[in-house]
């Protein structure tokens, strides 16, 4: 009886919607189809003007007109009040990504159940004997699975029920007498529950490191407020300070409100990017505990005992150990010092007119430590830097976690982005610089360029090679010599040649250092300005050429 309401339900569905006939028509090939249906259908060939019948293909010319076929309307009006319903709608049959009924012919609906017992996955229709049947309402139902045939063993033919630690993995009994005879063997159900319990334990640590790093972004957020609200009260106790010399120091007092403004944004930009990290960290915590609770309801054992460990595994914690806030305190030496700078300007003033450099008056917010001499003094100052691929050159390649890049003879498959470089083969780091940062380059080849670099450096033109503008500069790798490149002039440095390159950056001293790194520390070329903005690393890899932002311990 079934299978006929299913034959009436495709006889007299229209082929077009899948649904019952509405205003039914039947072209001269003997085919019918709602009037509304066929109509769109044919609108859609007017350029062509020629017109087919969708099911055999029959052309027209010209387009037919249509009239409704008031006997087959009647028939269908009549079967609608004697119960018969449409075909399923187009959402009730499986797609790619659905289970599908394992007993359907032709067009399968999508699975409402999966059986562990019988290994197979029923629509609603096919599941109803498991509801009515004494023996198989014993079966376990579960919700629908995609790989459902990876409970049955493969070899013996048995639903794997039985688990080995030894090799980690879902065995069905055959299999404890033949290659796991001797292993260390408990049921799939008892390997759950224990598993189960260090899943809850997990999620626990979880929840804590969630409500941790929720405490340390508001104290980095706090941290941001007390840096903001000291700059603007150092920028207006200096501005009071200076008024008293406005004629002589107007020039001065505009570069201390720079410098503050700067500092300033230097600290926060920092606070901010561990502030990101800490809040991506919650989000991923936040992510794994969902995904972690969504295995601990997986009704099947062997999905979950396949995925737990993948699942479980929790990433590093970010260190945060280096919140404290200093309300207020952030640029009191920079008052201190211009407060310095009006008692002794008018002694000074009457012996000769000195220029008053900012750095000679010790106005820097926070005097820079002596720069490292050996290396191990150096790594105490090692920061983890990788590359961007929204910055790289399309004839780079990266790899090693995009640490290293590798100059490639044909174009690699970047998508395209405002940020990444056109003329020259460069690539800019993802993490900015500042504070006292090391780190050092590994290359081999024809050239390589180390570099740091201000975020808006152009990405196009010969403004953006490295070191051929203002806002870049560049030690040049050569076989036989080094060279430094800053504003487009290039100049010659000596020091032993090596395959490895220490970059020194003391961002709030104004330093900057390039060392040849053998057995030991050689300086090759330092530079002292005022660095306005975070730096990035940068890296420029000639022909046949490759260089690798180092790990170091």
């Known amino acids: 009886m079934a299978q006929k309401d299913q034959l009436d339900q495709e006889t007299f569905s229209c082929s077009i919607c899948l649904d019952l006939l509405k205003d039914p028509v039947t072209i001269s090939c003997g085919h019918s189809y709602c009037m509304s249906c066929i109509k769109g259908f044919w609108d859609e060939e007017d350029q062509k003007r020629i017109y087919s019948c969708p099911q055999c293909r029959q052309t027209f010319k010209p387009r037919p007109v249509l009239k409704k076929s008031t006997m087959l309307a009647a028939l269908v009006e009549q079967l609608k009040k004697t119960g018969l319903q449409a075909a399923p709608a187009d959402h009730c049959y499986a797609g790619p990504e659905d289970v599908a009924c394992d007993v359907c012919t032709g067009r399968k609906l999508k699975a409402f159940k999966s059986c562990l017992t019988c290994s197979a ?111 603007d009260k150092a920028v207006e106790d200096s501005e009071k300070i200076f008024t008293q010399l406005i004629r002589l120091l107007q020039k001065r007092s505009s570069d201390v409100k720079q410098q503050i403004r700067s500092q300033q944004e230097t600290e926060v930009s920092g606070v901010k990017e561990l502030q990101e990290k800490l809040q991506q960290e919650i989000t991923e915590l936040k992510r794994k505990d969902t995904k972690l609770k969504q295995l601990s309801h997986t009704e099947d054992h062997n999905q979950f005992l396949h995925n737990y460990p993948s699942v479980s ?51 820097d917010v926070l005097l820079s430590e002596p720069e490292p001499k050996t290396r191990a003094e150096f790594l105490k100052h090692s920061c983890k830097i990788t590359l961007d691929p929204n910055t790289a050159h399309t004839f780079l390649s990266l790899s090693e976690g995009n640490r290293k890049a590798e100059r490639m003879d044909q ?42 670099a201000y975020k808006n450096i152009s990405r196009v033109g010969n403004e953006s ?37 220490g970059v020194y950056l003391d961002h709030r001293a104004g330093i900057l250092s390039f060392y040849s790194v053998t057995n030991t520390m050689t300086l090759l070329h330092r530079v002292q300005t005022t660095f306005t903005q975070p730096l990035y690393a940068g890296l420029y890899v000639g022909k046949e050429s490759t260089a690798e932002l180092c790990k170091l311990k």
């Open 121 to 231: 996955s029923y629509c609603k229709n096919h599941l109803q004997p498991h509801f009515e049947s004494t023996k198989l309402k014993k079966h376990k139902l579960v919700e629908p699975l995609q790989k459902l045939q990876e409970n049955i063993c493969s070899r013996h033919d048995e639903v794997r029920k039985i688990f080995c630690r030894t090799d980690k993995k879902c065995i069905c009994y055959l299999c404890t007498m033949e290659d796991h005879r001797g292993h260390d063997t408990v049921p799939a159900a008892a390997e759950r529950t224990e598993r189960q319990r260090e899943l809850e334990v997990s999620r626990l640590n979880i929840q804590q490191r969630i409500q941790d790093r929720e405490k340390d972004v508001k104290l980095l957020q706090q941290k941001v407020e007390a840096v903001s609200r000291s700059a």
């Open 313 to 363: 595994q929790l990433s590093e914690p970010t260190d945060s150990s280096s919140i404290n806030i200093r309300p207020l305190r952030y640029f009191e030496d920079v008052t201190a010092a211009v407060s310095e700078l009006r008692d002794k300007l008018q002694d000074i003033l009457r012996d000769k007119c000195t220029n008053i450099s900012l750095r000679e008056t010790e106005v």
């Open 411 to 452: 174009r690699q498959s970047y998508p395209r982005h405002p940020d990444r470089f056109t003329k020259y083969w460069q690539v800019l780091s993802r993490e900015s610089l500042t504070g006292r940062c090391y780190w050092e380059v590994k290359w081999r080849g024809e050239i390589v360029e180390v570099a740091v």
């Open 465 to 501: 090679g490295f070191g051929f503008n203002e806002i870049s500069l560049s030690l040049i790798c050569d076989t036989d010599s080094y060279k430094c490149m800053f504003n487009d002039i290039e100049t010659a440095v000596s020091g032993p040649l090596s395959s490895r390159v």
